[in-house]
């Protein structure tokens, strides 16, 4: 119904504020790839700018996983684009969904180049079976996204232990879906500590890694690791003393820097 | 008292607009409020024009909300104004309470400086009323208690406030007791305990000596129990029983209570069942780390539910920012309660059960009559200013202004 026209004015949004952030696009069959019959949709939104395949459910919106996952598979590779597929499906569907996805991947040598964004299921089963998915997606470099939902959490922490690269979204913000979110990333990671507990100097530290690619000042064993010489001058500066205060005290940003430029606050 | 003055164009909630049976809306109008002695004494329509001689104030069409209330904070165990420091790994409740025993006395501000500092911050965020807990143990006697009421002192006009009297160490545990009656003839109105299994070893003699120190000190009582499951349940059965005996019904709260969130619905309908009996509030700081009680459940049963921040940056957590507002929508997350009617009247829990609708949508605050204690946010509805956290643009005490302006 609505084609390509919310990608035009998200294209146009990014242009805006293109020498303030970047900004990367997924073409989202919202109403099912399948069952919406986009697929010649997202093939042309790949063209148009977007360079992300989205997706979702496979199993309840599209009705028919292994077609769902093969068709994403494609035009990912047709496109050479990634994927980023939202999948809600609770429990052993989730899982299963995931352990094809995570096969789809190899076979494709999509490796690295795959996200799952919530990956619910996670918080439905056994630590063993998550951990079970968790290596799985470590060897496939697949990652996975999530907003942190407070009603049920996927085990973030035994993600990234067991070497997923994990990163967090606000996902809703004041939406159709959702009359709450901030679009304040450092208050995700602030709620992701909290809802793990991960409240001594060292985890609290490290867990801006997960709103910033990875990317902490001090690795685990607190040796500086960034930022080096050569690096993008992406930063924030923060009215904190620490990373560790910045997380927990939802630290005050003074100023934001993009490629070297001040595009917020003063300096 | 401050002289009467109208206080123009404040908007209330009127009613929920509602289409198919589903809320899809909340209306509201301006009026303007007559503020004498501070209470609303009067309230008028905004197209009646206001004819006599006495002061006027614009609210500027900002939504009206019943001021908040804090039910349950620690203003003694802050580290606010006082430099970052980390929370240091420690293996039970008791290693961190020597923990604390050590870092506080050892700070660099003071007791009363970070009391007020945490105070207004509340003030700012729209509090008009805390319980506060105070930390009674040998070794500090009544210190923090003095420390405490005189941070209060400071901000006397600008909220009230009910202390509880809380032995951190174990009323049993630590000998708090002579302590404790102290401070209840010193200004404190509630007895304090913590878990009297896991603490003080003796589920009974705890409880037992409780209830004997709010007896005799006409006082009430505020229990923090996180103590779980089974062994949490038999402590709130017992403490159900011996608050009807003692004839307190009403005047006992448990905060925390944990356990009543690892037990079965069935289960819960049952503890709720007792706790509406014995009149016993429950108060919850909204842990996302862990199961919390089935807020939606008690109250459905007739169980007064109210939230608190609890820990605000101190030895216990890092985390915590004293905005009460936060909190309740944090609640109404968790719980998904999304829809206007469900988030509108989440605000109950954090102003002592006022909401400017009722569940049925009918206007039941401001009347004329109540207290004059009012946070004006930017907000349309009570449902928007849940969810989006509203900006306090101003809070009014008992008719004063007492932050932000109008």
């Given at each position: 119904?609505i084609?390509?026209?919310?990608l035009e004015a998200?294209?146009?949004?990014?242009e805006?504020y293109k020498?303030?952030?970047?900004?990367?696009?997924?073409?989202?069959?919202?109403?099912g790839?399948?069952r919406?019959?986009?697929?010649s949709l997202?093939?042309?939104?790949?063209r148009?700018?977007a360079s992300?395949v989205?997706?979702i459910?496979?199993a309840s919106?599209?009705?028919?996983i292994?077609?769902?996952?093969q068709?994403?598979?494609?035009?990912?590779?047709?496109?050479?684009?990634?994927?980023?597929l939202?999948?809600?499906?609770?429990?052993?569907?989730g899982?299963?969904?995931f352990?094809?996805?995570a096969?789809l991947t190899?076979?494709a040598?999509?490796?690295?180049?795959?996200?799952?964004s919530?990956?619910?299921?996670l918080a439905d089963?056994t630590?063993?079976e998550?951990?079970?998915v968790?290596?799985l997606f470590a060897?496939q470099?697949i990652s996975?996204?999530?907003s942190?939902?407070?009603?049920?959490?996927?085990?973030i922490?035994?993600l990234?232990?067991?070497?997923v690269?994990?990163?967090?979204g606000?996902?809703?913000?004041?939406?159709h879906?959702?009359?709450?979110?901030?679009?304040d990333?450092?208050?995700?990671?602030?709620?992701?500590?909290?809802?793990?507990?991960l409240v001594?100097?060292r985890?609290?530290?490290?867990?801006?890694g997960?709103?910033?690619?990875?990317i902490?000042?001090?690795?685990?064993e607190?040796?500086?690791?960034?930022?080096?010489?050569?690096d993008?001058a992406?930063?924030?500066?923060a009215?904190a003393?620490?990373?560790a205060?910045?997380v927990?005290?939802r630290?005050k940003?003074?100023a934001?820097?993009?490629?070297?430029?001040?595009?917020?606050g003063?300096? | 008292m401050?002289?009467a003055?109208?206080?123009?164009?404040a908007?209330?909630?009127s009613?929920?607009?509602v289409?198919?049976?589903a809320?899809?809306?909340t209306n509201?109008?301006c009026?303007?409020?007559?503020i004498?002695d501070?209470k609303?004494?009067?309230?008028?329509?905004?197209n009646?024009?206001i004819?006599?001689?006495?002061?006027k104030?614009?609210?500027?069409?900002?939504l009206?909300l019943?001021a908040?209330?804090?039910?349950?904070c620690?203003?003694?165990?802050?580290l606010l104004s006082d430099?970052?420091?980390p929370v240091?790994p420690?293996?039970?409740?008791f290693?961190?309470?020597e923990?604390?025993?050590?870092?506080?006395?050892?700070?660099?501000?003071?007791?009363?400086?970070?009391?007020?500092?945490?105070?207004?911050?509340?003030?700012?965020?729209?509090?008009?009323?805390?319980?506060?807990?105070v930390?009674i143990?040998?070794e500090i006697?009544?210190?923090?208690?003095?420390d405490?009421?005189?941070?209060?002192?400071?901000f006397?006009?600008?909220?009230?406030?009910?202390i509880?009297?809380?032995?951190q160490h174990?009323?049993?545990?630590?000998?708090?007791?002579?302590l404790v009656?102290?401070?209840l003839?010193q200004?404190?109105?509630f007895v304090?305990?913590?878990?009297?299994?896991?603490?003080?070893g003796?589920?009974?003699?705890?409880l037992?000596?409780?209830v004997?120190?709010a007896?005799?000190?006409n006082a009430?009582i505020?229990?923090?129990?996180?103590?779980?499951?089974h062994?949490?349940v038999?402590?709130?059965?017992r403490?159900?029983?011996?608050t009807?005996?003692?004839?307190?019904?009403?005047?006992v709260?448990?905060?925390?209570?944990?356990?009543?969130?690892?037990?079965?619905?069935t289960?819960a309908e049952?503890?709720a069942e007792?706790?509406?009996?014995?009149?016993?509030?429950?108060?919850?700081?909204?842990?996302i780390?862990r199961?919390?009680p089935?807020?939606g459940?008690?109250?459905?049963?007739?169980v007064?539910?109210?939230?608190g921040?609890?820990n605000?940056f101190d030895?216990w957590?890092?985390?915590?920012?004293?905005d009460?507002?936060?909190?309740?929508?944090?609640?109404?997350e968790?719980?998904?309660?999304?829809d206007?009617r469900s988030?509108?009247?989440?605000l109950?829990f954090?102003?002592g059960?006022?909401?400017p609708?009722?569940?049925d949508?009918?206007?039941?605050?401001?009347?004329?009559?109540?207290?004059?204690?009012?946070?004006?946010?930017?907000a349309s509805?009570?449902a928007?200013?849940?969810a989006?956290?509203?900006k306090r643009a101003?809070?009014m005490?008992?008719?004063?202004?007492?932050?932000?302006s109008?």
């Amino acid at each position: 119904m609505i084609g390509l026209k919310n990608l035009e004015a998200s294209l146009e949004a990014a242009e805006a504020y293109k020498e303030k952030a970047s900004v990367e696009i997924v073409a989202f069959p919202q109403h099912g790839l399948l069952r919406s019959r986009s697929v010649s949709l997202v093939r042309e939104a790949l063209r148009m700018g977007a360079s992300l395949v989205g997706g979702i459910d496979p199993a309840s919106i599209d009705g028919d996983i292994e077609k769902t996952l093969q068709t994403v598979i494609e035009l990912a590779v047709e496109a050479n684009a990634n994927i980023d597929l939202h999948i809600h499906d609770p429990g052993h569907l989730g899982i299963f969904t995931f352990k094809r996805l995570a096969a789809l991947t190899a076979e494709a040598g999509w490796q690295g180049r795959v996200t799952v964004s919530h990956a619910f299921a996670l918080a439905d089963v056994t630590t063993e079976e998550a951990s079970e998915v968790a290596e799985l997606f470590a060897h496939q470099g697949i990652s996975v996204t999530s907003s942190v939902p407070l009603a049920k959490t996927i085990p973030i922490p035994l993600l990234h232990e067991k070497g997923v690269d994990v990163s967090l979204g606000d996902d809703s913000i004041t939406d159709h879906w959702s009359p709450f979110g901030k679009g304040d990333s450092l208050e995700k990671a602030g709620v992701l500590a909290e809802r793990f507990r991960l409240v001594d100097e060292r985890s609290l530290g490290q867990t801006l890694g997960y709103i910033t690619g990875g990317i902490t000042p001090l690795n685990k064993e607190g040796k500086r690791v960034w930022p080096n010489a050569g690096d993008d001058a992406h930063f924030v500066a923060a009215d904190a003393s620490c990373s560790a205060e910045a997380v927990a005290r939802r630290a005050k940003r003074a100023a934001v820097l993009y490629k070297g430029k001040c595009v917020a606050g003063k300096l | 008292m401050n002289d009467a003055f109208w206080l123009l164009n404040a908007r209330l909630e009127s009613g929920y607009e509602v289409e198919d049976g589903a809320v899809i809306g909340t209306n509201t109008k301006c009026h303007h409020l007559l503020i004498k002695d501070g209470k609303i004494a009067d309230i008028r329509s905004s197209n009646e024009t206001i004819t006599d001689h006495l002061p006027k104030r614009d609210a500027k069409q900002l939504l009206a909300l019943p001021a908040f209330i804090e039910k349950h904070c620690h203003l003694d165990k802050t580290l606010l104004s006082d430099r970052w420091r980390p929370v240091t790994p420690a293996k039970n409740i008791f290693e961190r309470l020597e923990i604390e025993k050590k870092v506080l006395p050892s700070l660099e501000t003071t007791t009363q400086e970070r009391a007020e500092t945490l105070l207004d911050i509340y003030v700012k965020f729209g509090v008009s009323h805390v319980r506060t807990h105070v930390d009674i143990y040998p070794e500090i006697g009544l210190k923090h208690l003095e420390d405490v009421q005189k941070a209060l002192e400071t901000f006397e006009g600008k909220l009230s406030y009910e202390i509880v009297a809380f032995p951190q160490h174990g009323l049993l545990r630590s000998k708090a007791k002579d302590l404790v009656r102290e401070s209840l003839r010193q200004g404190a109105g509630f007895v304090g305990g913590v878990d009297p299994a896991t603490v003080d070893g003796d589920i009974e003699a705890s409880l037992q000596e409780m209830v004997e120190l709010a007896v005799e000190g006409n006082a009430g009582i505020d229990l923090h129990l996180h103590d779980a499951d089974h062994l949490g349940v038999f402590t709130i059965k017992r403490l159900a029983q011996l608050t009807k005996e003692a004839g307190l019904e009403g005047k006992v709260a448990i905060s925390h209570a944990f356990a009543l969130g690892d037990i079965s619905e069935t289960e819960a309908e049952e503890m709720a069942e007792i706790l509406a009996d014995a009149g016993i509030t429950i108060i919850t700081s909204v842990p996302i780390n862990r199961k919390f009680p089935p807020v939606g459940l008690l109250q459905e049963k007739g169980v007064p539910v109210a939230v608190g921040c609890d820990n605000i940056f101190d030895v216990w957590s890092p985390f915590g920012n004293g905005d009460i507002l936060e909190r309740a929508g944090r609640l109404a997350e968790v719980l998904n309660w999304s829809d206007e009617r469900s988030l509108a009247q989440t605000l109950c829990f954090i102003t002592g059960g006022q909401t400017p609708l009722n569940h049925d949508g009918e206007q039941v605050w401001p009347k004329a009559g109540d207290e004059a204690n009012i946070v004006f946010v930017e907000a349309s509805c009570s449902a928007e200013a849940v969810a989006r956290r509203a900006k306090r643009a101003a809070v009014m005490f008992k008719g004063e202004i007492v932050s932000g302006s109008l």
